[in-house]
Nanobody
Framework: QVQLVESGGGLVQAGGSLRLSCAAS????????VGWFRQAPGKEREFVAA??????????NVADSVRGRFTIFRVSAENTVYLRMNSLKPEDTAIYYC????????????????WGQGTQVTVSS
């Protein structure tokens, strides 16, 4: 079975923190690229962060809107990519999705082959 499962979303006050998990199973468990995207109601799905693995080296890319607050990292032994979110703002409220195996650029949701079902993050003011 090929599957991505997000977890860790919830309700948090502004300034709080959450850690999201993206667990991969099946043949994509060792995917070289995993991205996080988010989609607020009525908005387009937007890039949040991605991690790319080459050999034993991980490369992280983070969107300008969350840089300095969000951190993406991989725990290979768990087949899991995490998104640690600090200093959350109401504008961070969205459904957060993880995705794997982009065909091209890591920044576009149109490029990814596999998607999880999403986890809701709500930040109250």
């Amino acid at each position: 079975q090929v599957q991505l499962v997000e977890s860790g979303g919830g309700l948090v006050q502004a300034g709080g923190s959450l850690r999201l998990s993206c667990a991969a199973s099946g043949r994509i468990a060792s995917s070289n690229v995993v991205g996080w995207f988010r989609q607020a109601p009525g908005k387009e799905r937007e890039f949040v962060a991605a991690i790319s693995t080459s050999g034993s080296t991980n490369y992280a890319n983070v969107a300008d809107s969350v840089r300095g607050r969000f951190t993406i990292f991989r725990v290979s032994a768990e087949n899991t990519v995490y998104l640690r979110m600090n200093s959350l703002k109401p504008e961070d409220t969205a459904i957060y999705y993880c995705a794997a195996e982009p065909k091209g650029t890591i920044y576009s949701p149109d490029e990814y082959i596999y998607w999880g079902q999403g986890t809701q993050v709500t930040v109250s003011s």
